[in-house]
């Protein structure tokens, strides 16, 4: 068809076709690193036009965006990292959404294994959205990537401790503009990362600084990770997996932890995506630290039902028939707790009128059914189980 009508789709088509042939093979297959050679003779015939991308106010060019990253995509198939980014940097003008740029730079650096380098793209795109999860999660990632600094007393690593978390002279600086935050960077890009975040922890906007407190928890949990990474006998069962991460954490480390958590849980317990926010963590604690957390929640008067719901999936996590210390009653009262709660969020007001239902109360319902089904499965050997499984269903 290229040849019949010369035109450039039919032979992007072919390209495409090989790049996805490449990719079902082994990366280094002598047939893959065949057909890609193909692709970038073919990729000859259909250049990108950069002198397009000169100028002050570039134009949207869908044709040479798709084309570039037609180019982008068999470079790095083939591992040509180095021309990629070159090519990305000479046609840059084309993409024109900066978290789009952003990105490519980041995905071509970290392949390259320049992570320093993408761990600086990263924090600035973090700084221009500070509110974009996943972007956080990626700096976080990137910044766990490079190099560990040092310990200067013995000369060991600290890759997996959190004291890389803590400044050297003990103290955290005063972080209110971002001129100080690049003014105190160390040679430790996790350190850098929290600096930034306690910066944004300043802001007035509360969607950043939620995302800024989740980030510093990941910050911590990701040290944690990596110190469970280290070398070690490995473990027979969960339970003993459980207790060997946890033994690799400090004991204040663990306290300062769960000290993150019981604040971002008391500041936003009202929100409906609190119990989500926090569900990654959750695994690493243990009950008695959860009830620690829970004590600590306030019963804001004008947020009351939202935290009790926040409250009920909290302990639902750590609730489950068969686990330690929970009974059937436990639940039976949990149960009631919920619908007391529902039927006081949708009491009749004085003459019979109905207040209209809060959006919090069919939470509590669908918590109530759910506590059921729990009841239903830690009681099916015994007579009259079915009976808590139609309670769910009438809910």
């Given amino acids: ?23 079902g093979q082994s990366q280094n297959a002598q047939g893959s690193m065949r057909v890609l050679d ?19 106010s570039v134009p949207f060019n869908r044709h040479q965006l798709y084309l ?21 940097e000479a046609g840059k003008a084309f993409v024109k959404l900066p978290c ?20 600086k793209e990263a924090r600035e795109a973090v700084v221009r959205d500070p509110c974009n999860w996943a972007l956080v999660r990626e700096y976080i990632w990137l910044a766990s990537r490079c190099p560990a600094p040092v310990v200067e007393s013995n000369g060991a690593s600290a890759t997996g401790s959190c004291a890389r978390l803590q400044p050297r002279d ?18 430790d890009e996790i350190f850098n990362a929290l600096l930034l975040f306690r910066h944004l922890q300043n802001q007035a906007s509360a969607a950043a600084i939620r995302m800024a407190l989740l980030a510093e928890m990941e910050l911590c949990r990701t ?70 957390i829970l004590g600590s929640i306030s019963d804001d008067v004008g947020q009351q039902l939202e935290r009790k719901v926040t409250k009920a999936r909290l302990r639902r996590a750590f609730q489950r028939p068969g686990s330690l210390g929970v009974s059937q009653n436990s639940l039976t009262l949990e149960v009631q ?39 239903d499965r830690a009681c099916s050997q015994q007579s009259g189980a079915g009976a808590h499984l139609v309670n769910a269903i009438v809910l």
């Fill in 68 to 88: 570039m990253q037609l180019h982008l995509s068999t470079l790095r198939l083939q591992g040509k990292l180095p021309e990629a980014l070159q090519l990305l």
């Fill in 337 to 375: 707790a919920l619908l007391e709660a529902w039927l006081a969020s949708t009491a009749a007001r004085e003459g019979g009128e109905r207040q209209p239902s809060h959006p919090g109360a069919v939470e509590l319902l669908a918590l109530a059914s759910a506590e059921l089904l729990d009841l």
């Fill in 170 to 187: 003990g103290v955290f600086p005063d972080l209110a503009t971002l001129e100080d935050v690049e003014r105190h960077r160390t040679d």
């Fill in 223 to 292: 040290l944690f990770d990596i110190a469970e990474a280290q070398p070690t006998e490995r473990p027979e069962s969960i339970e003993e997996v459980h207790r060997s991460y946890r033994a690799r954490i400090g004991e204040e480390e663990l306290t300062n932890f769960v000290q993150q958590l019981r604040v971002f849980v008391d500041r936003f317990g009202h929100l409906s995506c609190c119990y989500f926010d926090v569900k990654p963590f959750l695994c690493i604690l243990e009950e008695r630290e959860v009830a620690t």
């Fill in 100 to 119: 789009d740029l952003s990105r490519m730079r980041m995905q071509l650096l970290a392949e390259a294994g320049q992570f320093v380098s993408a761990t």
């Fill in 38 to 56: 193909l692709a970038e003779m073919m990729l000859k015939k259909a250049p990108v036009n950069l002198e397009l991308a000169n100028g002050e």
């Fill in 1 to 23: 068809l290229f040849k019949k009508f010369n035109k450039p789709m039919y032979l992007h088509w072919v390209i495409v076709s090989i790049l996805l042939q490449a990719r």
